[in-house]
């Protein structure tokens, strides 16, 4: 709250937030520089050029390259300055460190689905730890949807059929709003939340307060069991699915010659669509499961597949 | 180099700048629709580079016989509008309202080949929307490249009607001897509009048609 | 009052009566005013809808309308100003009008195709009501995909067939600017003696003719989708809602440069006018306009850093992005220079064309910070964009719309509007533009989001004096609607150059006759040769004419 009773400048809470802000500050400093000196010249030469009687002529002055070279280049030098900076800005935002806790969050009209790993779900708010960097995943059930926490100056789009991540590190404890800021219907406007952001202490024990829950590779493995998926993927590569340890990260060889990398995106795919992209040296015939899964449940069984620690010799051959 | 006996619209100073106005207003409407296509190949590119062997397998349902015809009439038909263009720079009015039917009844047969492949289309669900059925798993795929045949087929079969519309005038002008050496240019402006749909079409059937064809 | 020798006089608005000789005139100067008739409707229609939602924003509940309401408002409000008023407003009104003129010309290449243009204009336009009468349509005027494909149950595909429509209007007027300014330009007029008022027509009309055929067949597939279900754009059948995002900023981020090129040419006609100044760096002027024109369909991109687009796409825009803003800072220090060691007077189109100096600007800086990658992730689809553009739009283009109606208002109707109201009215307009729109960006950098119906409570005060602005910037907006119908009767009749401005349009009568001139010109001169006694050309018989 400034003085005046209403905020002004958003609170930074976030190892980010200092970082745009000081940017912010820069690029407010230019324009406020050149802005002011666009407006003095105007007075001044307004006022001082002002015509004083309907016969004057001034004299033409058609150009002058050094100063044209000179408002070509500065410009062109600060907003080269401005790029680089924001760009490596951008940068560390796009990828989140490796050691990040991993939580999932599934978007539809209108309302926030959150999945922590240990299993505790809630809607519309999201409890974090401070102190340590959190990792978004995120998906939409419906249309497009925008993850925005101002007070981390952070932002993503969620979008349908894909996964889309972002990452923050929360400096205090508080509570910061939480935004859907990607137009998505009716209650686009309804569709806020909370990010809580507790002490770690703190964070652990409402983690296991609440209602007993598995935790979300549970959930996952029964799955796995439930819908089949053990049937074909069994642990030790004997079945007529490849085994899916330690499949997060790896590199897959594909029937049509190409190579990709297992993400999340590619999980999902393999589970909604499987034909898209068939293991080499494995027969096309594991059924479509869309329709038969939630995009919750999706997370739930890419979670399981996280926490399974590939088995001796079980490689991926052919 | 003006010849102050043509008549030419007022506001132009002469015959030669209405030509060179109206050619040029022709080459930059031309650009437009390459825009206009532009974005659906641009579309298609992208989808086919995904789903490979989807395309591959959907375009293998298009009848390539009634395909390569086609192409070989509208080719044709070509042939025959740049021989109305030469026939109206020789004053030839016979010779020229003889070609430009030839270019009309090519074009209308265009049309009734691509209506009759719409129609065995439509016979083998294989329209996109709520009656759209193709077997094996590559179908949602499938669906993404019929879509794009009937979008940029249709796009362009619209604009073979509009082109046959333009010939039908120039028939009846030719027909009427409104046409010389001196004056020719519609005949000139549409052979350009006819060529360009016609190029549209040569990009449009390797890339809908032989897709992962081998001449067995 | 008016003379008899003024009446006897035959003129492009005397020559002929009735609505028969407006509704089939090919007259480009008859064609500008049934344009002009056309954009004030819309831009009325526009202000209303925005009237509804900043009075909806006064307080943070959703008070006034529904949500499904507020969100008709603010999709209605974008596609009607933008699509019917900012687009055409001064190609189609001060273009059509001028550019035979300022180039010696005695109509534009293609008269009935120009008639054309406003018919499919209309046509466009009534779909895009109907589409409202019916129940208004709720994408946002982005018509974002799988939302607007798929999930609205609002009138989307009525809607984008009227744009699609309209997009046709903005072609054809492209293509006859083009093929005029290159083969129409009196003897004597080289490319580098045309007002730069032609220059930034020419550069806005490349990007009508390369870009609106993309937004063109984007809504069509839109279309297709939602009435046959194609699915090109739908994630549930493999399609991609990126890549309706591509194809629709594409077109979109180059349509900005239309709406603002064309205030720039106005901006140098004016600033040279009220400075009797030869205009300072011309060729760097003209060249920037080409480099905006040209730059501005690199840099789409930019509208999407945070959609799920690659890392390396987005660094490529943002730098592109910076240098798209160079030739318009270029400008901009010109135009400034231009009034050193002027004379200048402060009539309303000056008072007008100084107010958007500093708001495009304003503008145009804060577009730098949406540039900024690192910056852009915070206030991306904020209030702060929401700001940025409306100084675009409304602080430059609109300012300039007027300052260009005002100025060339004699030579359009042969009278003056009352001079002392024109001024207040413009400092008006000025104040309660700020008013409006300088707070919004303090919300956005708050973090208030874009499109939101209600909103949380600490970021009222805000918004209440936005609205307040508003209301003083609506006052602003009514006055020359009413003084301007007034002076058609009742204003001082103007000479053939009431401002001593130098161009061919001001060397014949106001109003002209209908083919431009009595006696074509040749021209002799420069542009803006202020300080030169004579006219820019020559008539034969060595006389001005025109008298």
């Not at chain 3, 100084?354 to 910070?369: P, R, V």
Request: glycine share 8%; net charge neutral.
């Amino acid at each position: 709250m400034s003085t005046l009773g209403f905020p002004l400048f958003p609170e930074q809470a976030s190892t980010m937030a200092p970082r745009v802000d000081q940017l912010y500050f820069f690029l407010l400093g230019v324009s406020v520089f050149f802005a002011t000196l666009i407006l003095i010249l105007i007075i001044a030469f307004a006022v001082k050029y002002r015509r004083r009687s309907d016969d004057e002529q001034p004299r033409p002055i058609s150009g002058n390259l050094g100063l044209e070279i000179l408002w070509t280049v500065v410009p062109l030098s600060l907003t080269l300055v401005m790029f680089v900076w924001g760009a490596r800005l951008f940068f560390i935002t796009f990828y989140p460190p490796t050691d990040a806790l991993e939580i999932n969050v599934v978007a539809k009209q209108w309302m926030w689905k959150v999945q922590h790993a240990e299993g505790r779900s809630e809607i519309d708010e999201l409890h974090i730890p401070t102190g340590r960097p959190i990792k978004l995943i995120m998906t939409s059930q419906d249309v497009i949807h925008d993850f925005f926490v101002p007070a981390f100056r952070v932002k993503n789009d969620v979008l349908p059929g894909r996964y889309t991540t972002l990452w923050f590190e929360a400096t205090k404890p508080g509570a910061y709003r939480l935004f859907c800021s990607q137009y998505c219907g009716t209650q686009h406007s309804g569709m806020i939340g909370h990010i809580i952001a507790l002490e770690p202490a703190e964070f652990q024990s409402w983690l296991s307060g609440g209602a007993t829950v598995v935790s979300m590779a549970t959930a996952g493995e029964n799955l796995f069991q439930k819908l089949g998926c053990v049937s074909c993927h069994a642990q030790n590569d004997t079945g007529r699915g490849p085994s899916l340890a330690g499949l997060l990260g790896k590199t897959v060889h594909l029937q049509s010659g190409a190579s990709v990398t297992a993400d999340e995106d590619y999980i999902r795919e393999s589970i909604l669509n499987p034909q898209a992209k068939i293991v080499a040296g494995y027969p096309p015939i594991m059924p479509i499961f869309k329709g038969l899964i939630s995009e919750d449940g999706i997370m739930q069984i890419i979670a399981y597949l996280k926490s399974l620690k590939r088995e001796e010799g079980a490689q991926v051959k052919k | 180099m003006s010849d102050s006996s043509i008549v030419h619209a007022h506001q132009f100073d002469d015959a030669e700048q209405q030509h060179e106005a109206s050619w040029l207003g022709m080459w930059v409407f031309l650009a437009t629709e390459v825009m206009f296509f532009g974005g659906m190949f641009l579309g298609y590119t992208i989808y086919r580079s995904t789903y490979p062997e989807a395309f591959a397998d959907a375009s293998n349902h298009l009848d390539i016989w009634l395909g390569t015809i086609n192409t070989a009439v509208l080719i044709g038909s070509s042939f025959t509008m740049a021989l109305a263009v030469r026939s109206a720079q020789l004053g030839a009015r016979k010779p020229l309202v003889r070609f430009l039917i030839l270019t009309l009844v090519l074009g209308a047969l265009f049309l009734g080949i691509k209506f009759t492949e719409y129609y065995a289309k439509i016979e083998e669900h294989l329209v996109p929307g709520s009656n759209f059925s193709y077997a094996g798993p590559l179908g949602r795929a499938a669906q993404i490249f019929f879509s794009f045949y009937f979008a940029m087929t249709g796009m362009h079969a619209l604009h073979m009607i509009i082109g046959l519309a333009l010939l039908t005038a120039l028939i009846v002008k030719a027909g009427r001897g409104r046409f010389s050496s001196v004056y020719n240019t519609p005949v000139e402006l549409v052979g350009l509009y006819w060529h360009f749909v016609d190029i549209v079409w040569i990009f449009l059937f390797p890339l809908l048609y032989l897709v992962g064809r081998h001449l067995q | 009052m008016n003379g008899p020798v003024e009446e006897r006089r035959q003129h492009y608005l005397n020559v002929n009566y009735g609505l028969k000789s407006w509704l089939l005139t090919v007259d480009h100067k008859r064609i500008a005013w049934l344009y002009l008739v056309g954009v004030t409707f819309f831009f009325f229609v526009g202000g209303l809808f925005a009237t509804l939602i900043r009075l909806e924003l006064l307080t943070p509940q959703g008070d006034l309308v529904q949500a499904e309401t507020y969100n008709k408002l603010f999709t209605m409000h974008g596609v009607t100003m933008i699509f019917f008023f900012l687009i055409p407003s001064i190609p189609a009104v001060l273009g059509n009008f001028l550019i035979p003129l300022m180039i010696g010309a005695r109509d534009l290449a293609f008269p009935r195709l120009n008639l054309a243009s406003w018919y499919i204009y209309i046509l466009g336009g009534l779909f895009t009501l109907a589409a409202a009468a019916a129940g208004g349509v709720d994408t946002g005027w982005t018509f974002y995909t799988p939302y607007s494909s798929i999930y609205s149950n609002t009138h989307v595909a009525l809607t984008v067939i009227g744009i699609f429509i309209t997009g046709f209007s903005s072609i054809l007027t492209g293509l006859n600017f083009i093929v005029t300014i290159h083969t129409m330009r009196a003897p004597g007029m080289t490319w580098f003696r045309l007002p730069l008022f032609v220059w930034a027509h020419y550069a806005t009309s490349i990007i009508f003719i390369l870009g609106t055929p993309v937004i063109a067949i984007t809504l069509a597939l839109v279309a297709l989708e939602r009435l046959f279900g194609l699915g090109i754009f739908n994630p549930e059948l493999g399609g991609d809602p990126l890549l309706f995002q591509h194809l629709f900023w594409f077109y979109s981020h180059p349509a900005v440069y239309i709406m603002i090129l064309p205030g720039m040419g106005v901006i140098s006609e004016l600033i040279t006018c009220f400075s009797r100044k030869r205009v300072f760096g011309y060729d760097f002027i003209a060249f920037s306009s080409l480099a905006i024109a040209v730059l501005g369909f690199l840099v789409w991109g930019h509208h999407m850093f945070v959609s799920g687009q690659s890392v390396y796409a987005s660094m490529i825009f943002s730098l592109l992005s910076m240098l798209v803003a160079i030739p318009s800072a270029v400008k901009v220090f010109n135009w400034t220079a231009t009034l050193y060691k002027g004379s200048i007077s402060f009539d309303a189109p000056m008072l007008y064309a100084l107010g958007f100096i500093g708001l495009f600007t304003i503008g145009g800086l804060t577009g730098l910070f949406l540039a900024t990658l690192g910056v852009d992730i915070h206030v991306h689809d904020t209030y702060f964009v929401i700001a940025h553009f409306h100084y675009i739009m409304v602080g430059s283009a609109v300012m300039a719309y007027l300052g260009g109606i005002h100025f060339w208002w004699p030579k359009m109707t042969g009278r003056k509007y009352p001079e002392p109201l024109a001024r207040l009215a413009a400092v008006i307009i000025f104040l309660g533009f700020n008013l409006t729109f300088f707070p919004q960006f303090v919300l956005g950098y708050l973090g208030m989001p874009r499109r939101y119906h209600v909103y949380p409570p600490e970021f009222q005060v805000l918004n209440v004096m936005s609205t307040a602005g508003a209301s003083i910037l609506a006052v602003g907006y009514v006055l020359p609607l009413a003084y301007l119908i007034w002076s058609l009767r009742y204003g001082v009749v103007a000479g053939m150059n009431p401002w001593k401005a130098k161009g061919l349009e001001w060397e014949t009568t106001s109003p002209p006759p209908t083919d431009n001139f009595e006696v074509m010109p040749t021209v002799v001169h420069e542009a803006y040769a202020y300080g030169a006694a004579e006219s820019q050309a020559v008539y034969p018989a060595g006389k001005p004419a025109n008298v």
